[in-house]
């Protein structure tokens, strides 16, 4: 029996996870959909698609392969040429990276809006109030007086200054029929997700093949560098992103990576 081994299941703070555990991120990843479903800010059905997640990232290695890397590099540079970028946050996306949301705002100049597939008015406020915690200053969700075309009355609902004007918009973790119907409102649209074959990463300008936790950060990092490029290098970066070929590199990894 190892060290590992006597880990509980049901930590009470995430420090309490040894770092160099093997399922590491996983685990934190387990922790922090717990513990937004306690402070109802996640769906318990955001658990179910954690499993989905978790599973996805344990065939790719739970690492960022080279393919996302490009996607997250090309994600920096769309949001940094952006008129008006939005970064899309629900349950799942502010349980696992609340600051980190708010760092890739503050370095892309992005907007940060809550957009739920399961809204109510507790779930909203619980979640405004958790990205205020981790830093968050100007929250966007809570009116939501536009709707997105061609979506059922609920999810379509977002902020006419919001995503319903962004150019640029990321939607992590996003259902297949929103991430369709943003599409076809001729935005460019980042998706966050696991599955390859998930529709939403099908239907993206640039889909990021990796988990959020590791993702949303990497982008940040890319959007500092690139921060003083003239327009031409980000546009050249942009160009040379192949959705296609991350898409596929992704799908192979996951069938035939070695573990
Ligand atoms: P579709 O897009 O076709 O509607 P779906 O029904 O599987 O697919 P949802 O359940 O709405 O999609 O969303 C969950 C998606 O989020 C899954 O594809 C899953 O792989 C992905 N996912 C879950 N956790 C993470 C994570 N931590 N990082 C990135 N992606 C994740």
New binding site residues.
Partial sequence: MTDYDTVSADVEHEEEIPEDHPRYQDLL?RHRIEKGVEKGITHL?GM???G??????YLLGEATIPSADDAERAAAAHLLLADHPVLSING?VAA?VPSEMVALAEATGADLEINL?NRTPERIEAIADHLREHGAEDVKGLEANARIPNLDHQRAKVDEDGIYDADVVLV??????R?EALNEMDKTEIV????PL????QVADVPIV????R?VPNMTEHARVLADEDEAVLRSIINEFDREAALEQAEDRIRSGEL
Avoid at 52 to 57: L, N
Avoid at 192 to 195: E, S
Avoid at 210 to 213: K, R
């Fill in positions: 990843t059905q179910h698609a954690e989905r997640g978790s599973a996805f990232d799942n696992l597939f992590p973790l996003e259902d297949g029929d991430a966050i997700d696991l599955n998930s529709r939403s990463p990796d988990n959020i936790i993702a």
